[in-house]
């Protein structure tokens, strides 16, 4: 992996030293050693254990369902079941109130059956075994339905509802007629799980009416706000605790079932209940990316300039929410053209309500996008680089703003000179190593900066030591870490003398772990309120019988873990705090979401080589090199993580990854470790990663963009148009497996 | 998890006196007796309600883990040394290079330290409809039908034995090996000891396909003996697969060759992946001996392996993916390729 492509960001940004220097992770050791708890970690006294009855139909109502051998089972403390379950209201589940759950229908609602792997039913006993077993003892009779188990059914059955995050400029179609080059192709994507290592947990118990639960969550305020409209009690009287997960990727952002069904039996039991989704019921009841079927038609005048643009995309939901896949929220802005049109719908299938997976929307998005622009170039007879180089957007067309920064040809240019693309024979299948048949591919990539309201606590305290608090998460990604950072970075106090606490609605308000604006939001409100603290300090050094009792609090400043005066007097934090008798100088600070003056977004491009050997119809991704501009790069060893871990992630999302229906019932069937297919480390190629690092202070402060969900946008594409530089075949639909890409295979014989 | 009963054995003796022979009965899968080697398979389906035996004979203080050289040149191998001893052996990556490879294409390194010899010659087929304990399988519940047919079977189903009954494939990368090597299954039982051809082992399913194997009820493995190696051979394992490990092999060829200048003399050939058990191929080494290696040459022969191949809704590509296998694995035996290219 290099590391030496960091560009000399200059845009007027201070650069302390701890900012962009590549941190270890701070909370590595706890992981490494055990010591980081999880959600299933907690086991408080007198702890119960519930185990889920799932549906084994995808739709229909439960007929009948028979307890008493349940009950006579070991350890068995109680089933609950849609005929016993306590009262619980729905929250109104908005994003902007904070309290957006996905599956807006409660666990046990009722007695209908949406999707196989719901909850039916569900027994909690003293232990985790027999509470499994008991739970096997439980008849479920079902009076089923016909279930559409996919999006061509769904679209048949009863057509599309109108989805989000639509938008249309000038007229795409009478542009279309008539240009000198088009194309109409349309492009598909399955259902992928997100498949964290830890699985949905959690564990809850109640004192005095107080709620406590610890629970795999990307956002811990969210859940608590939701918790309080399904419980109907205030927020006050619940915390809840997600001090480490292990992964989401968008699947722990919500509150699913579970996790209210938890906190409820926990209430009807007194006493604490701890809930693991298993794996298989990780496929069903805890979100999912839905199918797409993506229709891209596109125009271009005789010099391959876009003339028009029409990216309509159609994905599955559930039968109870409507989730949105954006696929053309990255086409509205990418490239310059002035008659564009991007529209999203839904159907409805007998799955569970899907949710955001890593980059939603641009993922599978802009894997038809990008392989479309690459057909666009094959038409127009452009090289696929020159032809992205001539059409990208140079300002937000879509919004009519400039962007804040983009650099997005310097890194097209960057990676395709440090990949060698210029070595690429254009003629499909020429390039040729020994068996194998070598293919160049490329794409850009793309994802909104976006920025959360924060607040946030600092404090710097009388043992010299500095402890921040905020209510987001560590997703795995180094939060902990570049918090620590920023609190370094402003006080000067070193980092192994920071301790950050997250992970905790307790703490003041931070952001929901996703849309990659973790970063940008958090470190702001923990800068501020760092400022704020040592303001604090100063007013206590100036302050009666102050360190620096004589002096304006104006004239200090900042310097080695103290306060230094315009002589030269330098007095320690502990030492001013000592002398006021203070435990410690604490800041607090709010700051807001981003404003509407600029486009903020983050630009890419990944370049990659495929080797196809067709006599054995081996297909693998042998080189991997991605340039990306998110703005500032506060970790580098995290940051170049976050991007190699989703260059891995495109991977399988390029190759391998598809959750697999039975089209006859809708039940997923590949729903393990074994059998869905992600990268093992055998199919990781070789990865450079070049980070631009040009800060983006239109953006914040600190000039981050965030890096979580770039890195996956747009590599599918580039593995599918190298795919089509090897083997002349354009794979439509993802995954591209080697059965798609023989020749010769014979009709099947049977069913 | 079901309560079971559990008692570990420290001689076969007592494991098979402790096992019971009514065990079974019913089709192996509810009530009787199991014996638990490295629980790779056993421990999953258990978990999973798939296995609900009432007892567990663990046989992990038997004293079955050495592989000794036999005077007649086979190799005997305890039931008990696990895939990666059996790998690593010495004897067996100079005499059967293809035993070790197989074992090491298979599963993951904790597997393979887990696993048996004996217990990958009992594994179980990965079928989802056998594995989820919902769906119709006649595998699990005789009778009820069989859901692979007419559902998702793309990577785990056969093209090759399959009946109207079942077409899960045998998973086993190993048994792939011993089955072109040739090998002997040495059981013990409550009647006492007896041998199984290794090719007459695992049986398809035909119209039964909850019978798996040729044991006897309380029967135990107690070794399985390969065949003496063939003098100046070659031989190799091929195992081709969407990711590049820790999947079952959608097609594979174990290849024994020995050769007179580029005269094929003699050829052992045995395909994973696509059959149901593992499936030695006697009318591709029959084309193959006596001629002229080429690559022409494979490829014709490589057909006839699949003269009776039935190709369902997801796996048609079967067919010609386990003819790479074939050819590949015999052009790179033939032609003193790099087989590690592949």
Same mark, same amino acid.
């Given at each position: 992996?290099?590391?030496?492509?960091?560009?000399?960001?200059?845009?007027?940004?201070?650069?302390?030293?701890?900012?962009?220097?590549g941190?270890?992770?701070?909370?590595?050791?706890?992981?490494?050693?055990?010591r #980081?708890?999880?959600?299933?970690?907690?086991?408080?006294?007198?702890?119960?254990?519930?185990?889920?009855?799932?549906s084994?139909?995808?739709?229909?109502?439960?007929?009948?369902?028979?307890?008493?051998?349940?009950?006579?089972?070991?350890?068995?403390?109680d089933?609950?079941?849609?005929?016993?379950?306590? *009262?619980?209201?729905?929250?109104?589940?908005?994003?902007?109130?904070?309290?957006?759950v996905?599956?807006?229908? %409660?666990?046990?609602?009722?007695?209908?059956?949406?999707?196989?792997?719901?909850?039916?039913a569900l027994?909690?006993?003293?232990?985790?075994?027999? #509470?499994?077993?008991?739970?096997?003892?439980?008849?479920?009779?079902?009076?089923?339905?016909?279930?559409?188990?996919?999006?061509?059914?769904?679209?048949?059955?009863?057509?599309?509802?109108?989805?989000?995050?639509?938008?249309?400029?000038?007229?795409?179609?009478?542009?279309?007629?008539?240009?000198?080059?088009?194309?109409?192709? =349309?492009?598909?994507?399955?259902?992928?799980?997100?498949?964290?290592?830890?699985?949905?947990?959690?564990?809850?118990?109640?004192?005095?009416?107080?709620?406590?639960i610890?629970?795999?969550?990307?956002?811990?305020?969210?859940?608590?706000?939701?918790?309080?409209?399904?419980?109907?009690?205030?927020?006050?009287?619940?915390?809840?605790?997600?001090?480490?997960?292990?992964?989401?990727?968008?699947?722990? %952002?919500?509150?699913?079932?579970?996790?209210?069904?938890?906190?409820?039996?926990?209430?009807?039991?007194?006493?604490?209940v701890? %809930?693991?989704?298993?794996?298989?019921?990780?496929?069903?009841?805890?979100?999912?990316?839905?199918?797409?079927?993506?229709r891209?038609?596109?125009?271009?005048?005789?010099?391959?300039?876009?003339?028009?643009?029409?990216?309509?995309?159609?994905?599955?939901?559930?039968?109870?929410?409507?989730?949105?896949?954006?696929?053309?929220?990255?086409?509205?802005?990418?490239?310059?053209?002035?008659n564009?049109?991007?529209?999203?719908?839904?159907?409805?299938?007998?799955?569970?309500?899907?949710?955001?997976?890593?980059?939603?929307?641009?993922?599978?998005?802009?894997?038809?996008?990008?392989?479309?622009?690459?057909?666009?170039?094959?038409?127009?007879?452009?090289?696929?680089?020159?032809?992205?180089?001539?059409?990208?957007?140079?300002?937000?067309?879509?919004?009519?703003?400039?962007?804040?920064?983009n650099?997005?040809?310097?890194?097209?240019?960057?990676?395709?000179?440090?990949?060698?693309?210029?070595?690429?024979?254009?003629?499909?299948?020429?390039?040729?190593?020994?068996?194998?048949?070598?293919?160049?591919g490329?794409?850009?990539?793309?994802w909104?900066?976006?920025?959360?309201?924060?607040?946030?606590?600092?404090?710097?305290?009388?043992?010299?030591?500095?402890?921040?608090?905020?209510? =987001?998460?560590d $997703?795995?990604?180094?939060?902990?870490? $570049?918090?620590?950072?920023?609190?370094?970075?402003?006080?000067?106090?070193?980092?192994?003398?920071?301790?950050?606490?997250?992970?905790?609605?307790?703490?003041?308000?931070?952001?929901?772990?996703?849309?990659?604006?973790?970063?940008?939001?958090?470190?702001?409100?923990?800068?501020?309120?760092?400022?704020?603290?040592?303001?604090?300090?100063?007013?206590y050094?100036?302050?009666?019988?102050?360190?620096f009792?004589?002096s304006?609090?104006?004239?200090?400043?900042?310097?080695?873990?103290?306060?230094?005066?315009?002589?030269?007097?330098? =007095?320690?934090?502990?030492?001013?705090?000592?002398?006021?008798?203070?435990?410690?100088?604490?800041?607090?600070?709010?700051?807001?979401?981003?404003?509407?003056?600029?486009?903020?977004?983050?630009?890419?491009?990944?370049?990659?080589?495929?080797?196809?050997d067709?006599?054995?119809?081996?297909?693998?991704?042998?080189?991997? &090199?991605?340039?990306? /501009?998110?703005?500032?790069?506060?970790?580098?060893?995290?940051?170049?993580?976050?991007?190699?871990?989703?260059?891995?992630?495109?991977?399988?999302?390029?190759?391998?990854?598809? =959750?697999?229906?039975?089209?006859?019932?809708?039940?997923?069937?590949?729903?393990?470790?074994a059998?869905?297919?992600?990268?093992?480390h055998?199919?990781?190629?070789?990865?450079?990663?070049?980070?631009?690092?040009?800060?983006?202070?239109? &953006?914040?402060?600190?000039?981050?963009?965030?890096?979580?969900?770039?890195?996956?946008?747009?590599?599918?594409?580039?593995?599918? !148009?190298?795919?089509h530089?090897?083997?002349?075949?354009?794979?439509?639909?993802?995954?591209?497996?080697?059965?798609?890409?023989?020749?010769?295979?014979?009709?099947?014989?049977?069913? | 998890?079901?309560?079971?009963?559990?008692?570990?054995?420290?001689?076969?003796?007592?494991?098979?006196?402790?096992?019971? @022979?009514?065990?079974?009965?019913?089709?192996?899968?509810?009530?009787?007796?199991?014996?638990?080697?490295?629980?790779?398979?056993?421990?999953?389906?258990?978990?999973?309600?798939?296995?609900?035996?009432?007892?567990?004979?663990?046989?992990?203080?038997?004293?079955?883990?050495?592989?000794?050289?036999?005077?007649?040149?086979?190799?005997?191998?305890?039931?008990?040394?696990?895939?990666?001893?059996?790998?690593?052996?010495?004897?067996?990556?100079?005499?059967?290079?293809?035993?070790?490879?197989?074992?090491?294409?298979?599963?993951?390194?904790?597997?393979?330290?887990?696993?048996? *010899?004996?217990? !990958?010659v009992?594994?179980?087929?990965?079928?989802?409809?056998?594995? /989820?304990?919902?769906?119709?399988?006649?595998?699990?519940?005789?009778?009820?039908?069989?859901?692979a047919?007419?559902?998702? !079977?793309?990577?785990?189903?056969?093209v090759?034995?399959?009946?109207?009954?079942?077409?899960?494939?045998?998973?086993?990368?190993?048994?792939?090996?011993?089955?072109?090597?040739?090998?002997?299954?040495?059981?013990?039982?409550?009647?006492?000891?007896?041998? $199984?051809?290794?090719?007459?082992?695992?049986?398809l399913?035909?119209d039964?396909?909850?019978?798996?194997?040729?044991?006897?009820?309380?029967?135990? $493995?107690?070794?399985?003996?390969?065949?003496?190696p063939?003098?100046?051979?070659?031989?190799?394992?091929?195992?081709?697969?969407?990711?590049? @490990?820790?999947?079952?092999?959608?097609?594979?060829?174990?290849?024994?060759?020995?050769?007179?200048?580029?005269?094929?003399?003699?050829?052992?050939?045995?395909?994973?992946?696509?059959?149901?058990?593992?499936?030695?191929?006697?009318?591709?080494?029959a #084309?193959?001996?006596?001629?002229?290696?080429?690559?022409?040459?494979?490829?014709?022969?490589?057909?006839?392996?699949?003269?009776?191949?039935?190709?369902?809704?997801?796996?048609?590509?079967?067919?010609?993916?386990?003819?790479?296998?074939?050819?590949?694995?015999?052009?790179?035996?033939?032609q003193?390729?790099?087989?590690?290219?592949?």
């Amino acid at each position: 992996m290099s590391n030496d492509n960091r560009s000399d960001g200059t845009d007027g940004a201070k650069r302390g030293g701890i900012i962009g220097a590549g941190v270890p992770r701070i909370d590595g050791p706890d992981k490494l050693s055990g010591r #980081a708890n999880y959600a299933a970690d907690n086991l408080p006294p007198n702890l119960s254990y519930a185990y889920g009855v799932f549906s084994t139909v995808a739709s229909g109502t439960v007929s009948r369902l028979s307890v008493e051998e349940a009950r006579q089972m070991p350890g068995v403390v109680d089933v609950f079941h849609h005929g016993h379950f306590p *009262t619980l209201y729905r929250s109104p589940s908005s994003f902007a109130q904070g309290n957006k759950v996905e599956e807006t229908r %409660l666990p046990f609602e009722d007695e209908r059956v949406y999707y196989e792997g719901q909850f039916v039913a569900l027994v909690v006993a003293d232990t985790f075994d027999n #509470a499994r077993a008991a739970a096997r003892r439980v008849k479920v009779d079902y009076s089923a339905e016909s279930a559409i188990a996919n999006l061509e059914q769904g679209v048949q059955a009863h057509g599309t509802k109108k989805g989000s995050g639509n938008h249309a400029r000038g007229d795409a179609a009478a542009n279309f007629d008539g240009a000198a080059h088009t194309i109409d192709v =349309t492009y598909r994507t399955p259902v992928e799980t997100h498949n964290p290592m830890e699985m949905h947990a959690s564990t809850a118990w109640w004192d005095d009416d107080h709620l406590t639960i610890f629970d795999a969550s990307q956002g811990v305020v969210v859940a608590r706000n939701a918790l309080s409209k399904i419980f109907a009690m205030p927020p006050e009287r619940i915390t809840v605790h997600a001090p480490y997960i292990g992964s989401g990727f968008g699947s722990k %952002l919500w509150t699913w079932p579970h996790a209210i069904a938890t906190a409820a039996v926990s209430r009807e039991l007194g006493r604490p209940v701890q %809930l693991v989704v298993p794996r298989p019921q990780m496929f069903t009841t805890t979100g999912h990316r839905p199918e797409t079927r993506q229709r891209l038609r596109l125009a271009t005048d005789a010099s391959g300039k876009l003339v028009s643009l029409r990216h309509e995309s159609i994905n599955t939901t559930s039968f109870t929410d409507q989730y949105v896949e954006t696929c053309g929220s990255v086409t509205k802005s990418l490239y310059s053209c002035p008659n564009l049109t991007v529209s999203h719908e839904t159907t409805r299938v007998n799955r569970g309500t899907p949710t955001s997976m890593r980059a939603p929307g641009a993922a599978p998005g802009l894997f038809a996008l990008e392989s479309a622009v690459d057909e666009m170039a094959d038409a127009a007879g452009v090289d696929p680089l020159q032809f992205r180089l001539d059409n990208y957007a140079e300002r937000d067309e879509s919004q009519d703003l400039e962007f804040s920064s983009n650099h997005i040809v310097e890194a097209t240019n960057r990676a395709a000179e440090k990949f060698g693309w210029a070595n690429r024979n254009p003629e499909v299948g020429s390039m040729k190593d020994g068996r194998e048949i070598v293919g160049y591919g490329m794409a850009a990539c793309n994802w909104e900066a976006m920025k959360m309201a924060c607040d946030a606590r600092v404090s710097i305290r009388a043992d010299g030591t500095a402890f921040a608090s905020c209510a =987001t998460q560590d $997703i795995g990604t180094g939060t902990y870490t $570049i918090v620590a950072q920023t609190v370094s970075d402003v006080t000067g106090i070193p980092i192994d003398r920071v301790t950050v606490k997250l992970g905790d609605s307790s703490y003041p308000d931070g952001p929901v772990s996703g849309g990659s604006w973790a970063t940008a939001t958090t470190l702001p409100a923990i800068a501020k309120a760092a400022r704020a603290a040592l303001d604090e300090m100063k007013r206590y050094a100036t302050g009666d019988n102050g360190a620096f009792a004589d002096s304006e609090a104006d004239a200090l400043e900042v310097a080695d873990g103290g306060l230094r005066s315009a002589d030269g007097t330098q =007095t320690s934090f502990a030492d001013i705090l000592k002398a006021a008798r203070y435990g410690s100088a604490d800041g607090e600070a709010h700051t807001d979401a981003a404003d509407s003056e600029y486009s903020y977004r983050s630009f890419g491009a990944h370049f990659v080589e495929v080797r196809w050997d067709p006599g054995i119809s081996r297909l693998r991704v042998a080189r991997v &090199f991605s340039a990306i /501009d998110v703005g500032r790069v506060i970790n580098e060893t995290t940051a170049r993580n976050q991007v190699e871990g989703a260059v891995v992630m495109g991977i399988g999302m390029g190759l391998f990854e598809a =959750t697999e229906y039975d089209e006859r019932n809708a039940r997923p069937v590949n729903n393990n470790y074994a059998e869905y297919l992600v990268p093992v480390h055998a199919d990781q190629p070789e990865i450079d990663v070049i980070l631009l690092d040009y800060p983006d202070t239109k &953006f914040n402060e600190y000039g981050a963009r965030g890096i979580g969900e770039i890195g996956i946008t747009g590599l599918a594409a580039a593995v599918a !148009n190298a795919v089509h530089h090897a083997t002349g075949k354009r794979i439509r639909e993802l995954p591209i497996t080697l059965d798609k890409l023989m020749e010769d295979v014979p009709q099947a014989r049977s069913a | 998890m079901r309560h079971f009963d559990y008692a570990r054995a420290d001689g076969t003796r007592a494991a098979i006196q402790a096992h019971g @022979s009514d065990d079974e009965a019913a089709g192996y899968q509810t009530g009787g007796a199991a014996y638990l080697a490295g629980g790779t398979t056993l421990l999953d389906l258990v978990k999973l309600d798939v296995m609900q035996p009432d007892k567990i004979v663990d046989i992990n203080g038997v004293a079955l883990d050495e592989i000794e050289r036999l005077d007649d040149g086979r190799l005997r191998i305890g039931a008990m040394v696990t895939n990666t001893a059996l790998a690593r052996d010495e004897r067996v990556t100079a005499d059967y290079a293809v035993l070790s490879q197989a074992l090491l294409a298979g599963a993951s390194t904790q597997l393979r330290n887990k696993a048996t *010899t004996g217990g !990958n010659v009992m594994q179980r087929v990965r079928c989802p409809y056998f594995r /989820d304990g919902v769906s119709d399988c006649n595998k699990r519940e005789p009778g009820s039908g069989c859901a692979a047919i007419g559902g998702v !079977n793309r990577s785990v189903h056969a093209v090759l034995g399959t009946s109207e009954s079942c077409i899960a494939t045998h998973p086993s990368d190993m048994c792939v090996a011993m089955a072109a090597i040739g090998a002997t299954v040495e059981v013990e039982g409550p009647d006492g000891k007896r041998e $199984i051809d290794f090719a007459e082992f695992h049986l398809l399913p035909g119209d039964t396909p909850e019978q798996e194997h040729a044991l006897k009820p309380g029967e135990l $493995i107690t070794h399985v003996v390969l065949d003496a190696p063939m003098q100046n051979a070659r031989s190799s394992y091929l195992k081709l697969r969407d990711r590049q @490990s820790y999947q079952f092999a959608l097609a594979s060829s174990a290849v024994i060759v020995t050769l007179d200048g580029n005269t094929i003399r003699k050829a052992r050939v045995a395909l994973g992946g696509v059959g149901t058990k593992p499936w030695r191929a006697p009318e591709v080494e029959a #084309a193959l001996e006596g001629k002229q290696a080429s690559e022409a040459l494979f490829a014709d022969v490589a057909k006839r392996a699949f003269d009776n191949a039935t190709a369902y809704a997801h796996n048609a590509y079967k067919i010609p993916l386990g003819q790479q296998a074939i050819v590949r694995n015999l052009v790179d035996l033939t032609q003193s390729v790099d087989p590690t290219a592949a």
